[in-house]
């Protein structure tokens, strides 16, 4: 199950998951679905309230899902609500600007934002306070601007976000690399500006530069993966849990993560819950110094 509409980051997860079972057990057959909705809280309270589920579904979830978890735009729901399985791999975020845009560098952009640029519109696929709107609020934080008065555009996934991109409605775009790198493969045009990652990333996004080596402390890592609803089995989710785990160790898997533009990123288990816990306790404080309002959840320390 895919939270969004087809073409983001959530329906790149479910590819990879489908690839990598494959190869695992050929016998598998794995079809995707979708669900849009507040950019995974639809799913997310269903898969919690026991109405999505069964020993078959998967849902994808990414960082992105723990940071609305942390803020409390998941309802009323903890990271207790649902079966986390395993992570897949890790992405990292772009800032892309369309083909024909004035902006060549990021430092343009910068530029631009400290200046004040009226007409400077942000969209991807996320609301205020998801880690797209993160993206471009700590990219105008360091140009000196209060990031709650920038313009930002919500999509319901990153693909539909491109595609606003490409067609002029929004001039900067702060997605994934993942999901920018699905839509170059398809046709689609822009100018990538920075990827935010330590390194620069191999494959055909080799030639972005990374935001750090232009001059700009801006890493945000998107790690990916897939959870089950909260009234699964415990001998279910220990089945996938393993399954998860051999596909993890299988030969070849880091091939398919970079076929897709993710560095492999594998937890299970204990390990999955002690860094889903972390996360979401880091995006918390974050959520506070950007000055976000923090809704309240079951389950879930409240930060200082």
């Not at 609500?81 to 990021?106: C, F, K, M, N």
């Not at 620069?200 to 993966?225: D, F, H, M, S, Y």
């Not at 959870?227 to 089995?233: N, S």
């Not at 996938?240 to 937890?267: D, I, K, M, N, S």
Request: with cysteine; proline share 5%; glycine share 12%.
């Amino acid at each position: 199950m895919a939270p969004s509409k087809p073409g983001g980051g959530f329906d790149l997860t479910c590819t990879l998951t489908t690839q990598a079972l494959a190869v695992l057990r050929p016998s598998i057959t794995v079809q995707t679905r979708y669900l849009p909705g507040g950019i995974g809280a639809v799913a997310f309270d269903q898969a919690a309230t026991g109405r999505l589920g069964g020993s078959g579904t998967l849902v994808a979830f990414s960082s992105g899902s723990l940071l609305n978890i942390a803020q409390g735009r998941f309802g009323p729901h903890g990271i207790q609500a649902v079966r986390w399985i395993a992570t897949l791999g890790t992405d990292y975020g772009v800032i892309a600007v369309h083909q024909e845009s004035p902006y060549q560098t990021l430092a343009q952009l910068i530029k631009a934002l400290r200046d004040g640029a009226p007409r400077l519109v942000f969209g991807a696929g996320g609301t205020l306070g998801s880690q797209d709107w993160m993206k471009a609020a700590l990219l105008a934080r360091h140009a000196g601007q209060e990031p709650r008065n920038m313009r930002f555009v919500s999509f319901e996934g990153g693909g539909e976000a491109i595609k606003a991109l490409q067609g002029g409605h929004i001039q900067v775009f702060t997605g994934d690399a993942a999901e920018a790198m699905r839509a170059l493969n398809q046709g689609a045009t822009f100018r990538l500006l920075a990827v935010l990652s330590p390194h620069r990333l191999n494959g055909p996004l080799r030639t972005a530069p990374t935001a750090k080596e232009q001059g700009i402390a801006l890493v945000w890592p998107t790690v990916r993966g897939v959870y089950m609803g909260a009234g699964t089995p415990d001998a279910v989710a220990d089945a996938w849990t393993a399954a998860f785990t051999q596909a993890h160790a299988a030969p070849g898997y880091a091939a398919l993560c970079e076929a897709v533009g993710l560095q492999p990123h594998r937890l299970t288990g204990a390990a999955l819950q002690a860094f889903v816990q972390k996360s979401v306790d880091e995006y918390q404080q974050l959520a506070k110094e950007l000055g976000l309002q923090m809704w309240k959840s079951q389950g879930l320390k409240q930060a200082p």
